[in-house]
């Protein structure tokens, strides 16, 4: 027997339940704009978003002291000023390295922006790229966050290599690393408040 689309089509909505037909409906839709070239990047972003968890803290045996040649690492903030690590050791620094071009560093850039905003003023936000100090701005600017403290790298220290991106470490005052993420993480959750508040108290 031939194939008919139309007997099909009335078959699947006779057998098929409202609430089946609409999912598959949004699947199909998520797929479409999986597809597009022009909303890939920003759908990715949403679902890594909604997955993501809250990352952990090394136990203290993984916990390590950053390296002299680390600590003395510099970058370069969005005005053309060079910053050393070394020069930040009076709070906690929170070490994220990223890029305009990646999916899972736009997904938790949100929950970033969220702990920036509650923790500013008590640890150091080093966000940093290696894009063109053009492309950074522009970003930015589109997405709103102007207010974040983003930077530029040309090459990255032994303790901070990773082999993708976003790879996030954050460092207590006495040069400590207690978080060695490598992947998107929900970083405004309540256990990393929790971990920041502890090491705030040292």
Same mark, same amino acid.
């Given at each position: 027997?031939?194939?008919?689309?139309?007997?099909?089509?009335?078959?699947?909505?006779?057998?098929?339940?409202?609430?089946? @037909?609409?999912?598959?409906?949004?699947?199909?839709? #998520?797929? =479409?704009?999986?597809?597009?070239?022009?909303?890939?990047?920003? *759908? &990715?972003?949403?679902?890594?978003?909604?997955?993501?968890?809250?990352?952990?803290?090394?136990?203290?045996?993984?916990?390590?002291?950053?390296?002299?040649?680390?600590?003395?690492?510099?970058?370069?903030?969005?005005?053309?000023?060079?910053?050393?690590?070394?020069?930040?050791?009076?709070?906690?620094?929170?070490?994220?390295?990223?890029?305009?071009?990646?999916?899972?560093? @736009?997904?938790?850039?949100?929950?970033?922006?969220? #702990?920036? =905003?509650?923790?500013?003023?008590?640890?150091?936000?080093?966000? *940093? &790229?290696?894009?063109?100090?053009?492309?950074?701005?522009?970003?930015?600017?589109?997405?709103?966050?102007?207010?974040?403290?983003?930077?530029?790298?040309?090459?990255?220290?032994?303790?901070?290599?990773?082999?993708?991106?976003?790879?996030?470490?954050?460092?207590?005052?006495?040069?400590?690393?207690?978080?060695?993420?490598?992947?998107?993480?929900?970083?405004?959750?309540?256990?990393?408040?929790?971990?920041?508040?502890?090491? #705030?108290?040292?």
């Amino acid at each position: 027997m031939a194939f008919s689309p139309r007997d099909y089509i009335k078959n699947y909505f006779k057998k098929k339940k409202t609430f089946s @037909i609409i999912t598959d409906f949004l699947f199909v839709i #998520l797929i =479409a704009l999986l597809i597009i070239p022009g909303t890939r990047k920003e *759908v &990715s972003s949403f679902f890594i978003r909604m997955v993501s968890m809250p990352p952990s803290e090394l136990s203290s045996e993984d916990q390590f002291i950053v390296s002299d040649a680390s600590y003395n690492w510099q970058f370069y903030d969005m005005q053309g000023k060079k910053v050393s690590l070394s020069t930040l050791d009076d709070k906690p620094v929170f070490l994220n390295f990223w890029a305009t071009w990646c999916p899972p560093c @736009i997904g938790e850039l949100p929950g970033i922006a969220d #702990l920036y =905003a509650d923790y500013s003023d008590k640890i150091h936000f080093v966000l *940093v &790229s290696n894009e063109h100090r053009d492309k950074i701005h522009a970003f930015a600017g589109k997405h709103g966050y102007e207010k974040l403290p983003f930077y530029i790298y040309t090459n990255t220290p032994a303790d901070f290599a990773s082999e993708s991106i976003p790879a996030t470490f954050l460092i207590s005052k006495d040069g400590r690393v207690v978080i060695s993420k490598k992947g998107a993480a929900r970083w405004n959750s309540d256990k990393m408040k929790k971990i920041i508040d502890g090491l #705030l108290l040292e």
